[in-house]
């Protein structure tokens, strides 16, 4: 993928780079298996949406 420069995507690089490291050991695979997870539950908590019913918005 790429931007509309033509260049990469540095995101999509990144997860890519890691995604391509290959565990040393076994406490090295759990590192990166949470790592992974943390980037998940941080996407989720960005892309978390859902309205507080407790505690509306004000506009």
Do not use: I, Y
């Not at 997860?15 to 997870?37: A, G, T």
């Amino acid at each position: 993928m790429s931007d509309a420069n033509g260049m990469a995507d540095k995101n999509l690089s990144n997860v890519v780079e890691q995604l391509n490291q290959n565990p040393v050991n076994s406490h090295h695979q759990q590192q990166l298996r949470q790592d992974k997870n943390d980037r998940r539950h941080q996407a989720a908590l960005n892309h978390d949406h859902t309205p507080d019913l407790h505690h509306p918005k004000s506009t």
